[in-house]
């Protein structure tokens, strides 16, 4: 069945390292037409894309330029799954985090989400 | 404030039609990159509607339609249902940020 499974702590304290993983079912991380990646949602921010990873020929991971500096993203072929880390959260990264799969530029595959709020 | 830019909020009675703008500028939409809608009820993930401007992935009504022009786009919702009430998002992408981008939602009321 083909599906995203998130999983990670709902609660994180301020400036220490938000992670995550996304399973992959149904589908291989290492396909040469998806790309996988992390999009979070906030009342104050609305949708943003976070980052990907994707595999042709080689691994290849882009960010987005407001979480550039913190942000890994890491494919685990072991596993078929991949994760975030987000480093140095304040308040601001409050948010729903989804993993989602992207072909053709538009994602078409999402994980439930879960909501990770930073708080001491 | 978002890269794309729709209204905060649309209504419509049942059986009505509305549609929902994504106005977006010569790096995203007028680009020619692809504008995708994306529907969000209530504690779900968003589900996505619409593809590649105007496709409907299998299982999506025929009631949604979409549609692009120069730096917008829109998405129609013909005989409208209670169970179209939902958030509503555009997403593109951006040249000049070398990034997927956003539009900040609308949130359909059925009246």
């Known amino acids: 069945q083909l599906q995203l499974q998130q999983s990670g702590p709902g609660l994180v304290k301020p400036s220490q390292t938000l992670s995550l993983t996304c399973a992959i079912s149904?589908?291989?991380?290492?396909?040469?037409?998806?790309?996988w990646n992390w999009i979070r949602h906030s009342p104050s921010r609305g949708l943003e894309w976070l980052g990907r990873?994707?595999?042709?020929?080689?691994?290849?991971?882009d960010y987005a330029v407001s979480v550039k500096s913190r942000i890994i993203i890491n494919p685990d072929t072991s596993k078929n799954q991949f994760s975030l880390q987000l480093n140095s959260v304040t308040p601001e990264d409050t948010a729903v985090y989804y993993c989602?799969?992207?072909?053709?530029?538009?994602?078409?595959?999402w994980g439930r989400g879960t909501l990770v709020t930073v708080s001491s | 404030q978002s890269v794309l830019t729709q209204p905060p909020s649309v209504s419509g009675a049942p059986g009505q039609r509305v549609t929902i703008s994504c106005t977006g500028s010569?790096?995203?939409?007028?680009?020619?990159?692809?504008v995708h809608w994306y529907q969000q009820l209530p504690g779900t993930a968003p589900k996505l509607l619409i593809y590649?401007?105007?496709n409907r992935p299998s299982g999506v009504p025929d009631r949604f339609s979409g549609s692009k022009s120069g730096t917008s786009a829109s998405l129609a919702i013909s005989g409208l249902q209670a169970e179209d009430e939902a958030d509503y998002y555009c997403?593109?992408?951006?040249?000049?940020?070398?990034?997927?981008?956003f539009g900040g939602g609308t949130k359909l009321t059925v009246l």
């Open positions: 989602a799969r992207r072909e053709g530029g538009y994602f078409d595959l």
């Open positions: 149904g589908d291989s991380i290492s396909s040469n037409s998806a790309a």
């Open positions: 990873t994707y595999y042709r020929s080689k691994w290849y991971n």
């Open positions: 010569s790096s995203n939409i007028g680009a020619n990159y692809g």
């Open positions: 590649g401007n105007s």
């Open positions: 997403q593109s992408y951006d040249s000049s940020l070398s990034s997927v981008v």
